[in-house]
């Protein structure tokens, strides 16, 4: 206990650490600094619409929104690309610290199918998502604790419904915070805020080059709430406009997005870490009291016998160490899936390590998928080495059968769920479908680089000598006999499961949040000590479970201790259920089907990850165990 206790508290340090230390540090920006002089111009960029209640993105430009002489598209990562993003240019263009009271942008007849689309987002509560100087545009709100501290809303919304009229914000007011070098006239923008507002707007003859508009000019200030609103409805003219201020700040560039990202509760994280540790120094007494008295005490009764004449009269996990190395049912598909979850760890791993050093914090947009899906890429000689190590073990002789196994297996069930996803989200037009260039880009990524890494790690790990049993395997298995109703393969994996799951399911909460209604997730400091939490919890459930199975004389524990962690991911698919009946609003029959489709495919992960840590615990504690004992 000792050992672990140390442990423990190593972890601990390691997490206050993460937490408290200053945003500068873990939070390196995804763009290097601008300095803009006065007068510079400053060009806003236009993302995706998005909603919480459809979770389907729409291009921006798919409303009948101004549009710029010429559309130029931001060239996007893969893991925007995959997100839905659509950056483009807009028609929004500011002079640094130069106010502007009333400027138009542009005006459009909405048609019957404009119309229709604006309703339906406005219906659907779509908001408008735009970026200056990579900060995306927040609209600014009152604590419903009736606290003073800054909060916001992530983009504006489309428009609002009132008395069954719909209303369109065609006004937009503009808040830029920006600081100043105290030495040059040099300043860096901190903040960009916006207060839509719905305005109809009068004119008697309109001049594209020069509009001339009664209730917007230079002079004249916007005070939101204080005009008629612009109704949608078709064959209307919809004047678009905007406003400007600039603010100075006393906010670093630094720190420029800890007002975005604090607006968590880090009380309701601390619960999630004292709860998940007291969940491991429960795990972690039980593993302490089997190894340091049970264990030692069957060891040494075990030895003892060894040395008298009553050997024969062994019971317990000693009796059946000829059978105990026997491999198991399907032990190729076994090998298989111990292969993909050790890519998996080592994708998880390393990109939690990014993300404590701030190369994918939210400033660097896209970046966490990105490095994600390059780094299970690459990942896949150690997913080929680890299933041939196993492989070979069991003296199997079709290692590059199991190596295609590898290869397409886990990845191949994704792509094909991914992709019955895509064609539906496709079909609704939405700008989350992946275009068939990315959708390629994957596919070789797949068959270029992962699937060739896979065969070189399988054949380095198969030319390796094989693993060798610490005890011998009899050559007519024994009969296992018949087991009691709580060890019975069924409720026992299902029980295994319950822990993991408990370690976890408060920070869940938080990631699903991040994920499904627009939220920025950042306390990746949090989630690193929650993952090791997850890693001890699984190993030891597994190995106090695999200690009781052995002592019923139960041998069958290759494919027991993998299911045992892994079925933690039934109890997260579980979670994601209630969660999407009790926080999400989503109507629409596709966006249903995505969101499960997503949530399946999570679930799945996590089952081969949990499933790997438990089996390569039990593992070591088989062979640990057995190897201690004297057998004739």
Not at 130 to 137: A, F, Q
Not at 170 to 192: C, Q, W
Not at 538 to 556: H, K, M
């Amino acid at each position: 206990m000792g050992k672990t206790g140390e442990i423990l508290v190593l972890f601990l340090f390691l997490f206050l650490v993460l937490v408290f230390a200053p945003s500068q540090a873990f939070y390196l920006p995804g763009v290097a600094p601008r300095d803009f002089q006065k007068g510079d111009e400053l060009q806003v960029k236009v993302n995706k619409l998005s909603s919480t209640k459809t979770q389907l993105p729409y291009d921006y430009y798919f409303l009948e929104y101004c549009k710029p002489s010429k559309i130029m598209n931001n060239a996007e990562n893969l893991g925007e690309v995959l997100r839905g993003d659509r950056i483009e240019n807009s028609i929004y263009a500011f002079k640094m610290r130069r106010d502007e009271s009333c400027k138009v942008g542009c005006r459009t007849k909405l048609t019957q199918e404009a119309a229709k689309n604006f309703k339906e987002k406005i219906d659907d509560e779509y908001r408008v998502n735009m970026i200056l100087d990579n900060l995306p545009v927040a609209v600014p709100r009152q604590r419903r604790d009736g606290s003073q501290a800054p909060t916001y809303d992530h983009g504006f919304r489309v428009g609002y419904k009132k008395d069954d009229k719909y209303y369109i914000n065609n006004h937009l007011s503009f808040k830029v915070m920006y600081h100043k070098d105290p030495e040059t006239e040099d300043a860096r923008i901190v903040g960009f805020e916006v207060i839509p507002s719905s305005i109809k707007h009068e004119f008697s003859e309109w001049d594209d080059k020069n509009p001339k508009v009664s209730t917007c000019n230079p002079n004249t200030k916007i005070i939101p709430g204080s005009h008629t609103p612009q109704e949608v409805a078709a064959d209307t003219y919809v004047v678009f406009s905007y406003d400007v201020s600039f603010q100075p700040s006393e906010i670093k560039w630094a720190s420029r997005w800890d007002t975005y990202l604090l607006m968590n509760d880090d009380q309701i994280h601390w619960f999630s870490i004292i709860n998940s540790l007291m969940i491991v120094l429960f795990l972690s007494g039980m593993v302490a009291m089997i190894m340091m008295r049970t264990l030692y005490k069957d060891i040494a009764n075990y030895n003892q016998l060894d040395n008298q004449d009553e050997a024969q009269e062994e019971t317990g996990w000693k009796l059946v160490h000829g059978d105990v190395f026997r491999p198991p049912v399907n032990y190729g598909l076994l090998c298989v899936y111990v292969g993909t979850g050790v890519q998996f760890f080592g994708m998880t791993l390393v990109t939690m390590i990014f993300a404590l050093l701030g190369f994918l914090s939210p400033s660097n947009r896209g970046g966490l998928m990105t490095a994600m899906v390059l780094l299970w890429v690459f990942m896949g000689l150690f997913a080929g080495y680890a299933s041939s190590r196993l492989y070979r073990m069991f003296k199997g002789t079709e290692w590059k059968k199991i190596t295609l196994k590898t290869a397409f297996l886990f990845p191949g069930i994704v792509f094909a769920v991914f992709f019955v996803l895509n064609a539906l989200i496709w079909g609704e037009k939405s700008s989350g479908a992946v275009p068939f260039g990315t959708m390629f880009a994957l596919v070789l990524l797949w068959f270029g680089i992962s699937v060739p890494l896979v065969f070189a790690g399988s054949y380095f790990g198969f030319k390796k000598p094989a693993i060798e049993d610490p005890v011998k395997t009899n050559k007519i298995p024994r009969q296992v006999p018949e087991q009691a109703w709580y060890m019975q393969p069924a409720f026992s994996i299902l029980i295994g499961g319950i822990l993991p799951f408990g370690a976890v399911f408060i920070e869940l909460f938080f990631i699903l949040t991040s994920i499904w209604l627009n939220q920025f997730y950042y306390i990746f400091g949090f989630l690193f000590l929650v993952f090791i939490i997850l890693l001890i919890t699984c190993a030891e459930i597994t190995i106090v479970l695999c200690y009781f199975q052995l002592c019923s004389e139960d041998y069958n524990w290759w494919w027991r201790a993998y299911l045992t962690a892994g079925s933690s991911a039934l109890y997260l698919f579980a979670y994601a259920v209630f969660y999407f009946f009790t926080k999400l609003e989503i109507t629409k029959v596709v966006s249903g089907i995505f969101y499960f489709g997503y949530m399946l495919i999570a679930s799945y992960s996590f089952f081969v990850l949990t499933g790997t840590i438990g089996f390569y615990a039990c593992f070591w504690f088989v062979r640990k165990i057995y190897s201690s004992v004297k057998i004739d």
